[in-house]
């Protein structure tokens, strides 16, 4: 297996090195080493990268808390896991203050080592994806400018503004056109990804209408109001609420929903907006007239990276991560999201949120 995760374990007990490989070798995604002293691993850490190095602390030549020292100067994206006894339940507590990411008391069982091994291995994945979504986020926030005036500029032309295009050049605008709004999509959604992440349970408290900040302002943006495709925002407000949110989220969830609308939608129908009270919950929904949803399609419909191939949706592309962030928008409001459809003719997606 590729991109196997590098395991270096250095303990002075023979039987300590034998049992965790034997433990650890279960999983087929991780490489095992083993070093019998910490002159000798720091030999082997220096020689090989390794992700994760766990340490006895008692060790004779070189501690496992000089082990640790050394690696977290000379390669601080090691992790480090330390062994330890009884007696040095304290020194261990020392060296989670030094850098060192958990320690497993001995004697342990194959489950506690299994699990804090896990742990680190999650904790390694989620940071590495948060680095890549900061540099994402950077890199398309430089690409928004240049890719919206070059969407701006082929609409002006396909619209007609500078002389009727033949059916050849119409051909090359559209071209041009859903590839600017697939470059749009995922520029949006790594900003949105950024955005999400920084945001905090604070924000939270703030109350906002639900109509006039969130859908109005998204509903009246003029490539929703005047979408090429020429389909009519048709609203139906029957609540105006007042609830503790944040608003710049939601119009996050607003905004995918619509855009989703005009870019499976059929053209020249209506996309049919509605809010309204049900029981204890507000429920914004945006339905849409198209190729709608199989059933065997739908329970992928909010997965990370998941796009739906189906006829009719040929040539229409997606970063697969629009609805997942809408998902974690709701669920981060307590809400719930979900969509109905009638395969081939229609599509809803909807969203509720707690009155309280």
Partial sequence: MENKIKILIIDDE??????CEKILKKREDLEIDTAQNGLEGLDKAKS???????????????????VLKTLRKEQPDVTVIIFTGFATVDTAREALKLGAFDYIPKP??????????????NARQNK??????????????????????VHTTAETLYKGYFGNLSPEQQKIIETILRNCQYLEDIIRN????????????????QEIDLYEDVIKP??????????????????????????KADANLLKIVVTNFINNAIKYGKADTA?????????????????NEGVGIPPEGMGKLFQKFSRLKQKGTEGIKGSGLGLYI??????????KIWAESEYGSWVKFLFSLPIN
């Avoid at 090989?48 to 000089?66: A, C, F, W």
């Fill in 108 to 121: 342990f069982t194959p489950d506690e080592l299994r699990n804090v091994v896990d742990n680190a291995i």
């Fill in 218 to 243: 998204i509903v009246e943006m003029p490539e929703h109001a005047n979408n090429i495709k020429n389909m009519k925002l048709d609203l139906n407000i029957e609540v105006k609420p007042k609830i």
């Fill in 271 to 287: 996309i049919k907006i509605e809010l309204k009270q049900e029981n204890n919950e507000y429920v914004f929904s945006v339905f």
């Fill in 190 to 205: 790594y900003l949105d990804l950024s955005k999400m992440e920084l945001d905090s349970l604070e924000s939270f408290q």
């Fill in 48 to 66: 090989k990268k390794y992700d994760i190095v766990i340490t006895d602390l008692k060790m004779p030549q070189l501690s496992g808390m000089d």
């Fill in 128 to 149: 590495a994806e948060a680095a890549m979504l900061d540099l994402m986020a950077i890199v398309s926030h430089e690409l928004k400018s240049p890719v919206s005036v």
């Fill in 326 to 335: 809408c998902k974690s928008i709701i669920e981060k409001h307590k809400g």
């Fill in 14 to 19: 023979d039987i300590i090195l034998k049992s």
